[in-house]
């Protein structure tokens, strides 16, 4: 059974910072592609950051970069976002997100298995 936890959510003051956590279980974690999406009351999942099977490739969403970085630890199986300089605008639940397909995507269609989800929320 393929499982993907997040964790490391809560609420932080505007520039502050966060790191969340995703493990995965079930699954050869190096052989996928992840992905952190989020997603606001009222908005549809939106793409924040990506990152390839080595991990020596990512790609961020334009208003998130300089400030996010995802990177991932294949001995733990776990997948990370550290967050800093955060804003209210980043106030969502974060998902991690597992894509088996041969070519990174900012899509979620192209993402196999899904977390729960982790609340952020930045006051101002």
């Known amino acids: 059974q393929v499982q993907l936890v997040e964790s490391g959510g809560g609420l932080v003051q505007a520039g502050g910072s966060l790191r969340l956590s995703c493990a995965a279980s079930?699954?050869?974690?190096?052989?996928?592609?992840m992905g952190w999406f989020r997603q606001a009351p009222g908005n549809e999942r939106e793409f924040v950051v990506r990152?390839?099977?080595?991990?020596?490739?990512?790609a961020t969403a334009d208003d998130v970069k300089g400030r996010f970085t995802i990177f991932r630890d294949t001995t733990k199986n776990t997948l990370y976002l550290q967050m800093s300089a955060l804003k209210p605008e980043d106030t969502a639940v974060y998902h991690c997100?597992?894509?088996?397909?041969?070519?990174?995507?900012?899509?979620?269609?192209?993402?196999?298995?899904w977390g729960q989800g982790t609340q952020v929320t930045v006051s101002s």
């Open positions: 990152i390839t099977r080595s991990g020596e490739g990512t």
């Open positions: 997100a597992a894509s088996s397909r041969a070519a990174g995507s900012r899509n979620p269609r192209e993402y196999d298995y």
């Open positions: 079930g699954i050869s974690f190096s052989n996928y592609r």
